[in-house]
């Protein structure tokens, strides 16, 4: 502190608003060109009685300058305080004494800055460092930033992904036993976090139908479409039969057990229970059965086509395997989903680009609405972390896009999920797209470059700190640039992330080239390769072309090939696509 009160001033504060004050900056100084670029962005330091002001420049101007004694006046957000104290000094955020008419105001030193970021304990995490002073590491606080949630936001391009990353590889390091589940929409995550993490796919999945309560399960019956209403009261009357008649096969052969009505169990259609489809579709027939009515008949009929149709997809058997075989194996989906026990991969990556479009946003609602309710069960004794990429497509502001149960769990968890140790990581390039009630759960935000009035607009409605006027910065940010806001950084800051092993790099990072290639050889045998792997992604049958042909029979406990696109930049896939078909 000492080196920093000797410090001449460049300037005096002239007036005092609120959180605001404008500085007044003198003709001469002793300071260095350097230090006397009062620019925006830079922070400052002034002297009270009491304490040292930490503030930031917003604007500077010539006009309006009051008397000679001036060139400029600057304005400035009063940020917080550094109070001394009996070991060292300290910084608090908040203002409480402020500054009067005549305090000088000095640019802030490297000591100053240390203060301000310094770690205040073991639970930080160094993510980079400050676009002002790079000498100066900025922290970010793990318990702020996670029990009360968090987003990334920024423009394709920017170092989004690569922020993921590295944010995540660093609460990896520092908290070793919490459980982290990312929805990865592009399967660009895959090769990120090492043997750390656990990939699953539709090839190792396994998320039994009757996981899925009514409105999910119909949503994949319809193909996302709007049901048909008699339908609908046809599955709402079977379902809960089909779950009491299963009841009562495994318990059949318990001695002196009295049959009971399946109705009479109590089940509700959203009750996460095993039934057997072949239990679902006998009901159903039965019921077509006794009517003699054609037109009613055609309503039953359609509605066992219906399940007939998705059951043999091959692109739902990560659903409808073993359908008709039934067994209770909630508790194997969810030890294996959200790693209890961990086994040395506390981490689990859904690779969603390998799911049939149609039924992705049920899938996502599925995994959202366990992770909360395990939470809310378990009254949060073991933490997890839910990190929703492209976020905007499962929670949008508009109501009449996506699917309400996805948006009404992920909502949940925004809301209450800290009260049950679940906490929600949001990323998205369209903020304005993403519903705001949401965004403004997450009381930290990491905003990179937004090129877009209405994400910008919409990020100033969601920060509520006294440097709110930072945002203005948005536009200009470079690539890997970042305004960290909010309760896991002891200051609004500008930063830039530090840079990410190349093992850690999102695979966005590495564009393929626009170029063609002289080595690829695209002849007939390599289009009919490619089209061999295509048709075989939607048939039941192996094809020796596909790079995950090998492990298909694998346990559910084995890691799944990586699908495309993540692949995709492997420098030999043009010659693993040139073998010979068989």
């Known amino acids: ?31 260095s060109p350097a230090a006397m670029r009062a620019t925006v962005g830079r922070f400052i330091s002034i002297r009270t009685a009491t304490s040292t002001i930490i503030a930031m420049i917003t604007e500077v101007s010539c006009e309006d300058v009051v008397g000679d004694a001036y060139i400029a006046s600057a304005s400035v957000d009063l940020l917080g305080e550094i109070l001394p104290g009996p070991v060292r000094a300290k910084f608090q955020r908040g203002v409480t004494t402020y500054p009067t008419i005549g305090d000088a105001v000095e640019p802030i030193s490297s000591e100053e800055l240390r203060i301000v970021y310094a770690p205040n304990g073991s639970d930080q995490i160094n993510v980079g460092t400050l676009q002002q002073d790079p000498s100066v590491i900025a922290y970010v606080d793990i ?66 139908f009757w996981l ?74 039965e019921r077509m059965g006794k009517l003699e009515n054609r037109s009613s008949r055609i ?46 991969k506390p981490m689990t990556i859904m690779q969603l680009a390998g799911f049939p479009a149609e039924v992705v946003d049920s899938v996502v609602s599925v995994l959202c609405r366990m992770a909360f309710d395990f939470g809310l069960w378990s009254d949060g004794v073991s933490p997890l972390l839910f990190v929703c990429e492209e976020a905007h497509r499962y929670a949008a502001a ?9 948006r009404k769990a992920v909502s949940r968890i925004a809301k209450e999920g800290r009260k049950y140790g679940v906490y929600l990581g949001l990323v998205t390039q369209r903020p304005a797209e993403l519903d705001a009630t ?47 806001f909010g309760e896991g950084v002891a200051l609004p800051t500008r930063l830039r992330f530090k840079e990410v092993p190349p093992q850690q790099l999102p695979r966005s990072e590495a564009a393929i080239s626009t170029v063609p290639s002289t080595a ?10 490619v089209l061999e792997r295509w ?21 559910r406990t084995v890691d799944a090939p990586m699908l495309q696109p993540s692949l995709g930049l492997d420098p030999d896939r043009f010659s693993l696509l040139k073998k010979p078909l068989r």
Request: proline share 6%; charged share 20%.
């Open 1 to 31: 502190m000492a080196e920093a009160i000797t410090t001449p001033a460049f300037g005096k504060i002239i007036s005092v608003r609120g959180s605001m004050a404008r500085a007044g900056i003198l003709p001469e100084s002793r300071l």
């Open 143 to 208: 318990e702020e930033m996670l029990s009360k949630h968090f987003a990334v936001l920024g423009s394709t391009g920017v170092g989004k992904s690569t922020g993921v990353s590295l944010l995540l590889n660093e609460i990896l390091k520092s908290r070793p036993a919490l459980r982290i589940f990312l929805l990865d929409v592009h399967n660009e995550y895959g090769r990120c976090f090492g043997d750390k993490a656990l990939v699953l796919n539709p090839r190792n999945l396994k998320l039994p």
């Open 212 to 285: 899925f309560n009514f409105d999910e399960i119909v949503d994949v019956l319809f193909a996302g479409r709007p049901g048909v209403p008699e339908e609908l009261d046809v599955l709402a009357e079977v379902i809960p039969i089909a779950k009491g008649l299963y009841v009562q096969y495994t318990s059949a052969d318990r001695i002196g057990l009295k049959r009971v009505d399946p109705k009479a169990i109590g089940y509700t259609a959203d009750t996460p229970v095993p039934y057997r489809l072949v239990d679902l579709i006998s009901l159903i027939d």
């Open 299 to 344: 309503i039953y009929h359609k509605l066992i086509s219906r399940i007939e149709t998705v059951r043999n997809d091959p692109r739902y058997a990560f659903m409808f395997d073993n359908a008709n075989v039934g067994g209770d194996t909630m508790a194997e989906v969810i030890s294996h989903l959200f790693r209890l026990p961990a086994g040395g």
């Open 398 to 406: 508009d109501r009449a896009i996506g699917f309400g149960p996805t």
């Open 438 to 484: 949401i965004l403004s759960q997450c009381n930290t935000l990491f905003a990179m470059r937004l090129a877009n009035d209405r994400d910008q607009s919409l990020l100033r409605s969601a920060v509520s700190d006294a440097a709110a006027n930072l945002l203005s910065f948005i536009p200009s940010l470079g690539t890997r640039e970042v305004l960290a």
């Open 520 to 529: 690829a050889g695209h002849d007939m045998h390599f289009v009919s390769a």
């Open 535 to 555: 048709r075989g992604a939607t048939s039941h049958r192996d094809v020796p072309n596909d790079p995950g042909f090998t492990e298909r029979p694998l346990a």
